[in-house]
């Protein structure tokens, strides 16, 4: 039995081996997801699902509590509406699906499959707001949307993805940039607490921010191979949408206004950030906040005394808090259970078995140490809860370790290049807001801006790429 367990295990293969096949490896056989028959599009599996799940009772808690409200718009555009923004469309017309037909009939106007909702959002907000006591409007939806891609890879990169979009108007610009990075905030909150991955807090240059925004906000989180991952946006919008889809209320003037806009998301990109940033070569970690089983109990000899009588009590007191499962399948091993589950990323695991109970104890299993010990079955609830926050601690404290060690600073080109190269992560330099340079940089060494941090630090006064005077530290890194 031993030689399957180590067979079970060696079915993935490890990342220092190849990176991009660990991670199919690790969300194929972890029954996350899998590819559908339309080529760039997949299936999220219960497992997967259950980690969007949680992110989203996360977020939508916060959203709520920050007085935003659900609601849900249609799934098609018409084209003489995506088209109203210029930026907006130069930006998104390489990756939009159209629908041209209903069943037979061609149609009048063609219709696009959303890629993003502003467009039809604003028109209808025009509709819809007449006063300056209408604002704020502050609306979510939860939906999926479609960018035909042309290389994909699930999670990371889909042709569909599953996400929330918010959509705001303010009477103020002030309040509008308020939003905005309040939302950024809430999601850098979520990053840090929910999924234990540490995020770089930002602004984006002008060449990647949104296509129609005037500003862009990002949160960026570093990946095990030193690539980094943008894990949410938030767009301060200004007037480009409302003056083009004519939005105005009256001000408190009584004059006709135009309101400020702001639009943010977060998708089921950041399933693959939690898998690059905490898994490992035999499987998942999962932060216990976010996993979908917390804890799953392996009775051992369950034929036995009164084994399955006290896992039952084990079960019943544990569940009334934590997501808990049992695993008696009588037909599997108690050691390919083991494998499974550890592969599965389940964050604890309880055996107990006729030994243990003799000694009123069980055997704990943690999957972020992989070390195991015995602990007795007082207060099992109180230990368990507290080793699963000391979990999410640990996963957190090592994933911000990890980035710290993958950070570098350059003021030198050939210094930069050779960081790329040899060791990837984040690069921080001093850049002069040129945008020549930034894609110099990036047509050079494939590396881009990921943003202009909050936290500025001063490494040098000039330009890593042209020499002349620096105006803010950035950071780059070859990105998802
Ligand atoms: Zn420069």
Redesign the pocket.
């Known amino acids: 039995m031993a030689k399957n367990d180590k067979q079970f295990v060696e079915e993935i293969t490890p990342m220092e081996v190849d990176f991009p096949q660990w991670y199919t490896d690790v969300i194929l056989k972890t029954d996350l997801v899998d590819y559908s028959p339309v080529k760039g599009f997949m299936v999220i599996k219960p497992y997967g699902y259950a980690l969007w799940e949680n992110i989203q009772n996360y977020l939508d808690k916060k959203f709520k509590e920050t007085g935003h409200k659900n609601c849900y718009f249609p799934l098609l555009i018409p084209e003489s509406l995506l088209t109203k923004e210029a930026e907006h469309v130069e930006g998104f017309a390489p990756e939009v699906a159209w629908v041209t037909h209903g069943g037979k009939n061609e149609l009048a106007e063609r219709l696009c499959v959303r890629p993003t909702s502003e467009t039809i959002i604003c028109s209808m907000y025009a509709k819809w707001l007449k006063s300056y006591r209408d604002l704020p409007y502050l609306y979510n939806q939860w939906c999926s949307v479609v960018r035909w891609e042309k290389a994909t890879r699930p999670f990371l990169r889909t042709s569909e993805f599953l996400w929330q979009e918010g959509h705001t108007l303010h009477e103020t610009y002030e309040e509008a940039e308020a939003e905005t990075l309040q939302m950024l905030s809430i999601y850098r909150e979520m990053c840090e607490n929910l999924l234990a991955i540490p995020v770089i807090s930002g602004q984006k240059s002008e060449n990647e921010k949104f296509a129609g925004a005037e500003d862009t906000y990002t949160i960026e989180a570093l990946m095990h191979d030193g690539k980094a991952l943008q894990s949410g946006t938030s767009h301060f919008l200004g007037q480009h949408f409302t003056k083009a889809f004519e939005i105005q209320f009256s001000d408190r003037e009584g004059k006709q206004a135009f309101p400020y806009h702001t639009s943010w998301g977060v998708s089921t990109r950041l399933i693959g950030g939690l898998i690059m940033v905490h898994s490992d070569n035999r499987g998942l970690v999962l932060p216990p906040r976010v996993a979908p089983t917390q804890v799953v109990i392996v009775p051992i000899a369950a034929h036995k005394g009164n084994v399955m009588e006290k896992v039952d009590e084990i079960f019943a007191d544990l569940k009334t808090n934590n997501r808990v499962e049992v695993d008696d399948r009588a037909n599997y091993s108690p050691g390919w259970k083991f494998n499974e589950w550890e592969m599965k990323g389940v964050p604890v695991r309880i055996e107990i078995g006729p030994k243990d109970i003799e000694k009123n104890q069980v055997t704990i299993f943690r999957r972020d140490t992989l070390e195991k010990t015995q602990i007795s079955m007082e207060n099992l609830k109180e230990t368990i809860e507290n080793l699963l926050e000391e979990i999410q601690e640990n996963l957190f404290n090592k994933a911000l370790k990890m980035r710290e060690e993958k950070t570098y600073t350059a003021t030198k080109m050939d210094e930069f290049k050779n960081i790329i190269e040899e060791t990837p992560g984040f690069v921080k330099s001093m850049?002069?807001?040129?945008v020549?340079?930034e894609l110099k940089i990036k047509e050079e060494t494939g590396a881009t801006i990921r943003c202009m941090p909050f936290e500025q630090e001063k490494i040098g006064d000039t330009?890593?790429?042209?020499?002349?005077k620096a105006e803010k530290m950035v950071y780059l890194a070859k990105a998802y």
């Open positions: 850049w002069c807001g040129e020549e340079c330009c890593i790429c042209c020499g002349k």
